[in-house]
């Protein structure tokens, strides 16, 4: 079992920057799997985000987010992270962590999440 535990969220003016952190621990073998990050806003669909390759040399980003968010990754903290940059108002969400088991977006574990809010 692998637990994921998120961080960093919280509120920020629109064009400001916040990072998430995701911890891993438990029994898990962190610097073998991809990681990814997803995000669920209020009354929609959780959506992915961004994953990145064990080795952290291959990252994958969807449109929306594409040159604003960096995804990064310290296997010697078991750690993943989002940068968030130029957030808008429609970034606002609960971000979610997770293992992937099928590249890009599959997942094998969730984290709690944690809230973003964007204001305008």
């Known amino acids: 079992q692998v637990q994921l535990v998120e961080s960093g969220g919280g509120l920020v003016q629109a064009g400001g920057s916040l990072r998430l952190s995701c911890a891993a621990s438990g029994r898990t073998f962190f610097s073998s799997y991809a990681m990814g990050w997803f995000r669920q806003a209020p009354g929609e669909e959780r959506e992915f985000v961004s994953a990145i390759n064990w080795s952290g040399t291959n990252t994958y980003y969807v449109a929306s987010v594409k040159g604003r968010f960096t995804i990064s990754r310290d296997n010697a903290k078991n750690t993943v992270y989002l940068q968030m940059n130029s957030l808008k108002p429609e970034d606002t969400a609960d971000y979610y962590c997770?293992?992937?088991?099928?590249?890009?977006?599959?997942?094998?574990?969730w984290g709690q999440g944690t809230q973003v809010t964007v204001s305008s």
């Open positions: 997770a293992s992937i088991k099928e590249w890009p977006d599959k997942v094998g574990y």
